[in-house]
């Protein structure tokens, strides 16, 4: 028989994502419903070395299910990786009666549960990056709302580059990862992608494919560059030097974690923060909540940080039909 389970805290950390605020939503409301008393850990795991705790209240969930951000605020805690910072955590857990944590973050975050599990204190995880690089999950809370804006704006950039006949460079986010630049990619017609996860040949993956949009009449161009893959100001450079046009440089930045998060955001985290708070409750640790097929189901911390998430291959086929340029 587990433990009975009567204070759950749940904290945000690593970088922000729209659907944030609606998981630690239905965390509160989850443990409302079993009894279970909601402690909100302010500031990422910087909030459990300091004590930053307190209870939550239906006042402060709401309305969050709609808002950008999170009411619980993030951080990153260097301290954390350190076994003094973790044992102040422990002490935390203890002062606080603390008997299981839902973690919200990425990869970084969910090392850190790893850590505070092998201290013995139960967590789950909620995977919240608009990366969507963790690898166990096939979708991450707000991957879809950053796709929107991300391209909200690109289409916005097209109608002017379009009158001025130009070239455009995006620089998009995602850190080591290109799942976000592929998917923008696909759903704004871009000339071409560049992605880690590629080797890249830049004659063959851009100028050539300026090159042949030429050659079909297009006079506008839309390169989008995922960070992780190159200098968006050094891909312009290059097309420069390249066809001699002059493109003009947008890097959409910290634009594409904030908004109100969509539908698919809120749901995908209501159902998270629901299914995490049951998997604590049922005496589960040391899991991150998933979706796979469709389903939510959880997976050992220490097995999915050892996963290795590619870019899904129909979408790489589709973007290198749909920017016309064979191997
Ligand atoms: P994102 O990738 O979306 O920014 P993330 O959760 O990966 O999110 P990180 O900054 O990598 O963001 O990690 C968040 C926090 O998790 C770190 O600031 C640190 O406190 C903790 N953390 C990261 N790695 C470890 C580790 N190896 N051991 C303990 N804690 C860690």
Known sequence: MSKQIKRIG??????????MNAAVRAVYRTCVNRNIECLGIFRGWNGLINGDVRRLTQSDVSHIISR??????SARSPEFKTEAGQ?????TCK?????????????????????LSKHGISVVGIPGTIDNDIASTAYTIGFDTAANTAVECIDK????MQSHERCSVVEIMGRDAGHLAVYVGLATG???VLVPELPIDFERDVIEKIRAARL???THYMIVVAEGAAKAMEVAEKIKEGTGLDPRVTVLGHIQRGGSPTARDRVTATRMGYYAVEALAAGKTNRIICIRDGKNIDVDIEEALSMHKGINQLDLDTLKTMTGIND
Do not use: C, E, H, M
Not at 68 to 73: A, C, E, H, P
């Open 95 to 115: 002062l606080f009666g603390i008997d299981g944590i839902v973690a919200i973050g990425g990869d970084g975050t969910f090392r850190g549960a790893l850590a």
């Open 87 to 91: 044992q102040k955590a422990v002490n």
């Open 216 to 218: 079909n009449g297009f």
């Open 190 to 192: 871009a000339t071409a």
């Open 157 to 160: 950039l097209r109608d002017t």
């Open 68 to 73: 950008g951000g999170t009411v619980l605020y």
């Open 10 to 19: 749940v904290l945000t950390s690593g970088g922000d994502a729209p659907g």
